[in-house]
């Protein structure tokens, strides 16, 4: 004798594990088959389908047995279906905009590391003072740190930053007329 889907969900909604395993057997195909046809992804339909299973034994405390459980059943899953639409939709709303954000961010790191790349190989081609007294300054030195450091006075490093930057801005020059 077949027991119907309404007395399993009444005993699983009582807490019985192998009425509620019962439902299951017979019905997640079915709740699987439904999903895939309201999402018409696998992958989100496997989810979906895995969620309403997590949430059934708290969501058959509400079921007063006035409908079939099958259509019960079927709202829950339409239902569950809307919510994560409308979860989806909030999230794309919030998003919005972000994409271009990040593309804007990246662009500007990515132009940041070509100077920094070109700046360190510029300084290469510096005098050896010079370029142990721009990597001082662009290390956060003070020029009172790297007189310090190097053991010149604070003016003379000023006059190397500034002969740096002649020596570079001049680099640069000449790149661009290649």
Not at 1 to 21: I, N, Q
Not at 63 to 86: I, M, Q, S, Y
């Amino acid at each position: 004798m077949t027991v119907s889907d309404e007395s399993l969900a009444r005993a699983a909604a009582a807490g019985d594990p192998e009425a509620f395993s019962s439902l299951l057997q017979r019905h997640y195909d079915g709740v699987y088959r439904l999903a895939f046809r309201l999402t018409g992804v696998q992958a989100e339909a496997e989810d979906l389908t895995q969620d309403i299973c997590a949430a059934l034994p708290a969501k058959l405390q509400g079921f007063r047995g006035e409908a079939k459980f099958t259509t019960w059943l079927w709202r829950v899953v339409v239902n569950a279906t809307h919510d994560r639409r409308r979860r989806a939709a909030t999230r794309a709303r919030h998003a919005d905009g972000w994409g271009d954000w990040e593309v804007g961010r990246r662009a500007a790191e990515a132009e940041t590391a070509q100077a920094l790349d070109w700046l360190t190989q510029a300084m290469r081609a510096l005098p050896e003072d010079l370029r142990d007294t721009l990597a001082l300054v662009l290390d956060d030195a003070t020029h009172e740190q790297a007189a310090d450091v190097l053991g010149i006075s604070p003016g003379t490093v000023s006059w190397r930053i500034s002969e740096a930057k002649k020596h570079l801005r001049a680099l640069r020059e000449k790149e661009d007329q290649i």
